[in-house]
């Protein structure tokens, strides 16, 4: 296999999801202009998730192109192997890739400065194929930090990014209500039943089902849930904001106040790096899980 026809494989894999994504997308708009559900403001929120691609794309130009140079100069310079490219090596780099994924998205609320990003995904009181394409600007600098063993264990970056982009096209389709239970599939794989939970508010739900492609990850790692009653949608905290800005950078603020209100060098990192729930006025035992 050349890398062209990994490239090519790549962008049918894209294509597909994006074309499912779409067929789900119409379907949901259908039920809100015919089914008498209420139309302006949920028309309007997923008009707000499509609108997060403006500042998201425009970083990620820059984000994978340094990316790319940074992850070839390692493969070339520093490991003195290299995985093969073909159809076996595109399949494992698929369950690598998944594998790095479900940490770098459970590491993602975990720690606030990370979640200043990944909470932009989280923030909407609805549930649509819109909320796939709803993330944070620089959401794209800890995914490719988070893949960078990937280039030491062998792979070049042709791969690397071929697994990254097919792990992240897979769970457009997750994001609806219009799909129920799958029955065995969901044994395995994510599906859209296991990623409503995860973006449940509730408190049973928080911090479960950070898969991306198979929901084994969960189950070995014990962050798996299973979807029971309908989940409440959104943050935790109060936000619904249907301003583009405010939901661009809905973390952002808040973590500068506490920054600056900070006592010392190590709190302000611990605000950081710490849950972002922490707040150095707390006793240890208060702290709680992420949003």
């Given at each position: 296999?050349?890398?062209?026809?990994?490239?090519?494989?790549?962008?049918?894999i894209?294509?597909?999801?994006?074309?499912?994504?779409?067929?789900?997308?119409?379907?949901?708009?259908?039920?809100?202009?015919?089914?008498?559900?209420?139309?302006?403001?949920?028309?309007?929120?997923?008009?707000?998730?499509?609108?997060?691609?403006?500042?998201?794309?425009g970083?990620?130009v820059?984000?994978?192109?340094?990316?790319?140079?940074?992850?070839?100069?390692?493969?070339?310079g520093?490991?003195?192997?290299?995985?093969?490219?073909?159809?076996?090596?595109?399949?494992?780099?698929?369950?690598?890739?998944?594998?790095?994924y479900?940490?770098e998205?459970?590491?993602?609320?975990?720690?606030?400065?990370?979640?200043?990003?990944?909470?932009?995904?989280h923030?909407s009181?609805?549930?649509?194929?819109?909320?796939?394409?709803r993330?944070?600007p620089?959401?794209?600098?800890?995914?490719?930090?988070a893949?960078?063993?990937?280039?030491?264990?062998?792979?070049?970056?042709?791969?690397?990014?071929f697994?990254?982009?097919?792990?992240?096209?897979?769970?457009?389709?997750?994001?609806?209500?219009?799909?129920?239970?799958?029955g065995?599939?969901?044994?395995?794989?994510?599906?859209?039943s296991?990623?409503?939970?995860?973006?449940?508010c509730?408190?049973?739900?928080?911090?479960?089902?950070?898969?991306?492609?198979l929901?084994?990850?969960?189950?070995?790692?014990?962050?798996?849930?299973?979807?029971?009653?309908?989940?409440?949608?959104g943050?935790?905290?109060?936000?619904?904001?249907q301003?583009?800005?405010?939901?661009?950078?809905?973390?952002?603020?808040?973590?500068?106040?506490d920054?600056?209100?900070?006592?010392?060098?190590?709190?302000?990192?611990?605000?950081?790096?710490?849950?972002?729930?922490?707040?150095?006025?707390?006793?240890?035992?208060q702290?709680?899980?992420?949003?």
């Open positions: 296999m050349t890398f062209e026809t990994l490239q090519a494989l790549g962008t049918r894209e294509d597909a999801f994006f074309i499912i994504g779409s067929c789900i997308l119409l379907i949901e708009v259908a039920e809100r202009l015919f089914k008498g559900r209420p139309k302006g403001r949920g028309l309007w929120e997923m008009a707000v998730s499509f609108s997060t691609q403006i500042p998201t794309l970083f990620d820059f984000i994978f192109s340094g990316a790319y140079v940074l992850y070839y100069i390692i493969a070339q520093v490991v003195p192997w290299a995985i093969p490219v073909n159809g076996w090596t595109a399949a494992l780099a698929i369950i690598v890739a998944d594998f790095f479900y940490w998205h459970r590491t993602a609320h975990q720690i606030r400065l990370f979640w200043t990003q990944h909470a932009v995904h923030s009181r609805d549930y649509n194929i819109a909320t796939a394409l993330f944070g620089m959401e794209g600098v800890w995914s490719l930090i893949h960078l063993p990937m280039v030491f264990l062998g792979f070049p970056p042709e791969l690397i990014f697994g990254i982009l097919s792990v992240l096209a897979y769970q457009t389709w997750l994001h609806t209500q219009l799909i129920g239970r799958l065995i599939v969901e044994l395995i794989f994510n599906t859209p296991h990623h409503r939970v995860h973006h449940g509730d408190a049973k739900y928080l911090d479960k089902n950070y898969a991306g492609v929901i084994i990850w969960d189950r070995i790692f014990g962050t798996f849930q299973v979807e029971e009653e309908t989940p409440c949608y943050l935790k905290r109060e936000f619904n904001s301003n583009p800005v405010r939901v661009w950078f809905s973390e952002v603020p808040g973590l500068w106040r920054l600056r209100s900070t006592g010392s060098f190590k709190e302000g990192f611990m605000l950081l790096f710490r849950s972002p729930n922490w707040r150095p006025n707390k006793p240890r035992g702290q709680i899980a992420a949003e």
